[in-house]
């Protein structure tokens, strides 16, 4: 290794240990479903880590499909899909998503991270300005950056600054396009994107509106995700969202008008310059959509089981800060209680992971849950368990 390299690589690792920002990566040794083993040990643990919402990473269903679309269209799409690599399944997996989001057409990428990267940048350059909730993903950040347009921060879901941020871009005249970006749901705290606003201020300073809806997907709006929750399918012109999470593959979308779908097919660079994901996972994606278009069934059972989770832990004398969706922060506070209450309860067979600064502000510590559908009653009984053996031993309830 180059003596530059090694340096660099020691350096920068000590000093993040010195943090505490080095994080070890679990090995998960089991499917990853509400019940998990780690690390070569005994022990189950009740996950509540994954972003696995409705338990589909796991459904026979889906898995039937992946394994028919292996046999029929092989592992490997082959090509990009402007040379050839465009397969029925993938056009499938686009028309059955567009029905969804409600949308005239929708396009489909590698993953929600590369759907940032293709779709910003496709649009906004150096000309233009780009309004950005503060705690907007990191792909939205870079997505951003790569399109070379002014970024400009507003204060978390603050409506006021955003209304006087937009109102200074347009004034200042010295852009072409202005778009608004928000996540549709917060993955740390779980609180709702408040689109109705923000699609009431767009319209106001002709802004582009952008929604990542990564979380929201499968959780709200009887599952098709926020901006339908909203009802506001002709104000958004960018729908953006993932097969990794609540659909339960890999993958991500734009949904929007097909003019806009068009425009991506020509212009933006993960599309025409990275393989398309591989057929199993467009058909194994394409039947989780139809499930949830044809039954609410897990959606209801998500909301049920989440809700129950929350009662039990608001019982206890936890504080689940503002969280409006399955998402289900412990607010602890100071850094190492978080770890160490994280580590106790990994302990007692909960796997529920510690979220601190940087992630989240400065004494704002918190074990983050997500409950899932699959999760039985009994399982989560038994994880309130824990939680009032561990609060209790910590002094936190
Ligand atoms: C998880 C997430 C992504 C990334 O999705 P992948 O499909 O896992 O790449 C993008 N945006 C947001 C808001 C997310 O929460």
């Known amino acids: 290794m180059s003596k530059v390299l090694h340096s660099f690589l020691t350096e920068s690792m000590a000093e993040l240990r010195s943090q505490g920002l080095y994080n070890e990566i679990d090995t998960v040794e089991t499917a990853n479903g509400p019940i998990i083993k780690v690390n070569g040990q005994e022990q189950e643990q009740i996950n509540f880590s994954s972003n696995n919402y409705l338990g589909l990473a796991t459904d026979q269903r889906l898995k039937a499909a992946a394994v028919e679309a292996i046999r029929n269209w092989g592992v490997g799409a082959g090509a990009v899909r402007t040379i050839n690599g465009t397969l029925k399944v993938h056009t499938q997996l686009e028309e059955r998503l567009a029905a969804f989001k409600g949308t005239e057409a929708a396009i489909s990428y590698q993953s929600g991270f590369k759907c940032n990267m293709a779709a910003i940048s496709a649009v906004m350059d150096k000309n233009d300005a780009i309004l950005s909730d503060e705690l907007n993903h990191a792909s939205i950040i870079d997505g951003c950056r790569l399109s070379r347009a002014d970024i400009i ?24 396009k202005i778009m608004v970006i928000t996540d549709g749901v917060f993955s740390m705290d779980g609180d709702i994107a408040k689109l109705p606003e923000i699609a009431e201020i767009a319209e106001d300073y002709e802004l582009i509106t952008y929604v990542d809806d990564a979380h929201g997907t499968g959780v709200l709006g009887n599952g098709a995700g926020t901006v339908k929750h909203f009802g506001l399918q002709d104000k958004v012109d960018f729908q953006i969202g993932t097969l990794s999470k609540a659909i339960g593959v890999a993958g991500g979308y734009v949904a929007g008008k097909k003019s806009l779908v068009d425009w991506l097919k020509l212009r933006s660079r993960p599309f025409l310059f990275s393989t398309a994901i591989p057929p199993a996972d467009a058909a194994a994606a394409t039947k989780a959509i139809e499930l949830l278009m044809e039954s609410r069934e897990l959606y209801v059972r998500l909301w049920e089981r989440a809700n129950y989770l929350k009662d039990g832990l608001q019982q206890l004398g936890f504080q689940m800060g503002n969280s409006e969706t399955p998402i289900t922060p412990c607010m602890i506070g100071d850094e190492t209680m978080t770890q160490t209450f994280s580590r106790r309860l990994f302990e007692e067979g909960v796997y529920a992971k510690a979220i601190v600064f940087p992630t989240v502000p400065k004494g704002a510590g918190r074990v983050r849950n997500m409950p ?26």
Not at 154 to 163: A, G, P, W
Not at 169 to 175: D, L, N, V
Not at 374 to 396: C, F, N, P, R, S
């Open 153 to 176: 921060r507003f204060k978390h879901s603050d409506m006021d600054d955003l209304r006087k941020q937009a109102k200074a871009a347009k004034g200042s005249g010295r852009y072409r």
């Open 372 to 397: 899932t559908a699959a999760h039985t009653k009994e399982m989560l009984d038994q994880a309130l368990a824990v939680y009032e053996k561990v609060g209790k031993e910590m002094a936190i309830i």
